[in-house]
């Protein structure tokens, strides 16, 4: 028998089980954190938000099961990109508290994209797997096949985003080294 089973089967959707309740209030929680994440004008503590969104969603694999994505989703998108991120702040010199150059004034054209684009993303995901429920008792897959499916199909994206966090990285040094030949040039010239 499939993992995926017909809703009407075996399940009521105003019977949810403990892993359900869970999977909505982690999920309340981790939205919570992205709309602070993009809110926030201290952009220090926009990345620590970030954690706990991402950490959320980490916590969302789990309740499915799906192990490996949890860990993988905590090692490199909690861990490095994060503390990649924090780095490009420390590096760039960016302002730790308010900064008015982090509000470009576009808020409610940012706005409306997002709930459109978030309200497209819940209508196609609805009407994906309307009638289908995943089975969170048992296991979903092994690591050899989600490693399998994950480096056969997925090299490319993986290896794209690596090569742009890394000239994130080069570029955020690039801007420091700028800020202190300016500096030094200035400090010269007014002696």
Not at 54 to 72: D, K, R
Not at 122 to 141: K, L, M, N, P
Not at 144 to 152: D, E, M, P, Q
């Amino acid at each position: 028998m499939s993992s995926l089973v017909l809703a009407a089967d075996s399940h009521g959707f105003l019977s949810p089980t403990g892993v359900e309740v869970a999977f909505l209030l982690v999920g309340l929680v981790t939205f919570g954190a992205a709309i602070v994440t993009v809110t926030t004008k201290q952009l220090v503590h926009a990345a620590l938000w970030l954690v706990v969104a991402l950490g959320g969603l980490a916590v969302e694999y789990l309740l499915l099961t799906a192990e490996f994505i949890a860990w993988v989703q905590v090692l490199i998108y909690v861990g490095s990109v994060v503390v990649l991120l924090l780095f490009g702040l420390m590096l760039t010199r960016a302002p730790i508290g308010r900064s008015p150059d982090a509000d470009s004034g576009n808020r409610w054209a940012a706005l409306t994209v997002a709930l459109a684009s978030a309200a497209a993303l819940v209508w196609v995901v609805a009407d994906a797997f309307r009638t289908t429920w995943i089975d969170v008792d048992r296991a979903q897959g092994s690591t050899a096949v989600t490693g399998s499916i994950l480096f056969r199909h997925w090299v490319l994206p993986f290896e794209a985003l690596s090569v742009l966090l890394l000239a994130a990285l080069v570029g955020a040094i690039v801007l420091s080294r700028k800020n202190d030949g300016a500096a030094a040039a200035d400090g010269k010239g007014g002696h």
